[in-house]
C-alpha cells in the first residue's frame, strides 16, 4: 500500500529531535530540561497514537525511513536513561537515608516516657 507518510513520518521526526535534544540536556546535566522535553515527548506519542489509528500503511520505503528514526529514537532514550541511572541512585539513597532517620526517630519518640 501506497501513503502520503508525511504526518505520520513528521512526528516520528520531532520525537527523534526531542529525544535528542534530551540526551543533550541530560549530557548538561540539565534534569529540569530533560523533564520539559519528556513532557513534550509524551505529547508528541499521543499525537503518534491517535494519528497511526487512522493513517493507512505505509509504503516500504517509508517504513524505512520510520525504521531509522524508530532506531534513533530507542538510542537516544537508552542513552538518557544510562545518565540517569546515577541520580535515580543518588535519589534511591536520599530517599533510604530519609527513612532510617525517621524510623530512628519514630523508635525514640516511642521510647520517650510520657509525662
Not at 7 to 36: C, E, F, N, R
Not at 71 to 77: A, E, H, S, T
Amino acid at each position: 500500500m501506497t501513503s502520503t507518510p508525511a504526518p505520520v513520518l513528521d512526528i516520528y521526526k520531532s520525537i527523534a529531535h526531542i529525544t535528542g535534544a534530551m540526551l543533550t540536556a541530560a549530557q548538561a546535566d540539565d534534569w529540569s530540561k530533560v523533564v520539559d522535553y519528556g513532557k513534550e515527548y509524551c505529547q508528541s506519542v499521543e499525537r503518534l497514537r491517535n494519528l497511526e489509528c487512522v493513517e493507512p500503511a505505509l509504503d516500504s520505503a517509508a517504513r524505512g525511513v520510520k525504521y531509522d528514526l524508530l532506531v534513533q529514537i530507542l538510542d537516544n532514550d537508552a542513552a538518557v536513561r544510562d545518565l540517569a541511572m546515577p541520580q535515580l541512585k543518588n535519589l534511591s539513597q536520599m530517599l533510604g537515608r530519609m527513612r532510617r532517620q525517621q524510623s530512628l526517630m519514630l523508635a525514640y519518640q516511642g521510647r520517650t516516657p510520657s509525662l
